[in-house]
């Protein structure tokens, strides 16, 4: 199982980039990369999701090099309810199903 | 349904009773997980179906604890003998395909406190 190594807590203000960096130096060929926000008394909300070079969607953008032993989940302009905790995740596919391994997650507090 | 579906939200137990925890996945769904979360933690993986099949269960702490989810749907993860470490959040998420990486859509939670 790929492991994920990601910072345990990041703090930011109203209004800036927020860039969470997560390692996984032992990912695996068939492996996809996804990250999770997870608010207080909440499950786990899927954020993105990519293999590899660049995914965007409306709430973030996903940057993987080539190597893929890294990723970086971006977050633009962010704001008071972005606090939450953000998970990276590298998905083991098994027969007609998806293992996904949870660490501990980066815990990222704006301010005002 | 329009989500992921646990029941009951709560549910404190006396030490060695038996519990029950349920969960009903998105209409359509074939793979559905349950995981285990303490406080403050990331989710513990428990285990897994692709329709009624249960593919994985290789994080089950002991065997006190099974699932099974006979219908394809609806899935039960018992608790047999509870024990006060058994106290967690149990989620359960469903995701629409299996054999690929696919989002999963994660329940509300079961609050299971052992007494």
């Known amino acids: 199982l790929a492991k994920t190594t990601q910072p345990i807590s990041m703090d930011s203000y109203e209004g800036q980039e927020v860039n969470i960096t997560c390692s996984h130096n032992n990912i695996a060929t068939n492996d996809y990369i996804t990250w999770y926000q997870q608010f207080p008394s909440q499950g786990p909300r899927f954020i993105i999701q990519g293999y590899k070079t660049k995914v965007t969607n409306e709430v973030a953008s996903l940057f993987i090099p080539a190597d893929r032993k890294s990723s970086t989940l971006s977050l633009p302009r962010v704001s008071l309810s972005d606090t939450a905790v953000y998970y990276c995740?590298?998905?083991?596919?098994?027969?007609?199903?998806?293992?996904?391994?949870f660490g501990a997650g980066t815990r990222l507090f704006v301010k005002a | 349904g329009a989500g992921v579906s646990q029941s009951p939200r709560y549910k404190v137990t006396k030490r060695g009773q038996d519990v029950a925890l349920r969960c009903d996945p998105i209409s359509g769904h074939v793979s559905l997980y349950w995981y285990r979360q303490a406080l403050g933690q990331g989710p513990e993986f428990l285990t897994y179906?692709?329709?009624?099949?249960?593919?994985?269960k290789s994080g089950l702490p002991n065997d006190r604890f099974s699932a099974e989810r006979p219908e394809g749907s609806i899935s039960t993860l018992t608790i047999q003998r509870t024990e006060q470490r058994d106290s967690a959040m149990y989620r359960c998420?469903?995701?629409?395909?299996?054999?690929?990486?696919?989002?999963?859509?994660f329940g509300q939670g079961t609050r299971l406190t052992v007494v």
């Open positions: 995740l590298v998905g083991v596919p098994l027969t007609g199903g998806f293992k996904t391994i």
């Open positions: 179906f692709n329709y009624e099949a249960q593919q994985d």
């Open positions: 998420a469903s995701s629409l395909e299996g054999g690929r990486n696919t989002e999963a859509f």
